[in-house]
């Protein structure tokens, strides 16, 4: 058993991608503080400090959704197709490790919502019977690739059961 790292990477354009979402999900906390703020002034004031944690709270994991983690996450995604399986590998503090083989792959998806259509990305979601594992951020042509080359493999190892 080959226990080395995957080689392949995810695009770089990943930490943009992730970036522009993490500041959507900023927003969204942002105008709940900001809700918070209006239904305290119109039912009469609520603790202060409720105010404070909210707005505390909402800063950090604006830094660590914008600034931090679409960095490490970056860094530690990798896959490498091969002709008997998929490898895939995440994780930071808990590394997955996770390697399909092409025989119980039932069907490969491209997916591209908004901000990934923007870049020019694409996730890569290879199906089996018991669960979905996904690629993220890869470049649209590479993920059409992929997908092509993982379809045929998948084929013929499932020619030769």
């Not at 039912?43 to 400090?49: E, L, R, S, V």
Request: charged share 20%; glycine share 4%; hydrophobic share 50%.
């Amino acid at each position: 058993m080959d226990f080395k790292r995957p080689k392949e990477r995810i695009h770089p354009k990943a930490v943009k991608a992730w970036r522009v979402n993490g500041s959507c999900s900023f927003l969204i906390y942002l105008l709940m503080v900001i809700g918070y703020l209006i239904v305290s002034n119109v039912f009469g004031p609520f603790p202060k400090i409720i105010l404070w944690i909210a707005i505390g709270l909402a800063l950090i994991i604006g830094f660590l959704k914008i600034l931090v983690i679409p960095s490490i996450r970056m860094r530690y995604w990798c896959y490498e197709i091969r002709e008997h399986e998929v490898d895939i590998q995440s994780g930071l503090i808990v590394i997955q490790r996770s390697l399909i083989p092409m025989a119980r792959i039932q069907h490969i998806d491209t997916e591209q919502g908004p901000i990934l259509r923007y870049f020019k990305l694409a996730t890569l979601s290879i199906s089996t019977a018991g669960t979905t594992h996904k690629i993220p951020a890869l470049k649209m042509e590479t993920a059409l690739k992929l997908r092509d080359q993982i379809s045929a493999l998948a084929r013929i190892s499932n020619e030769e059961v």
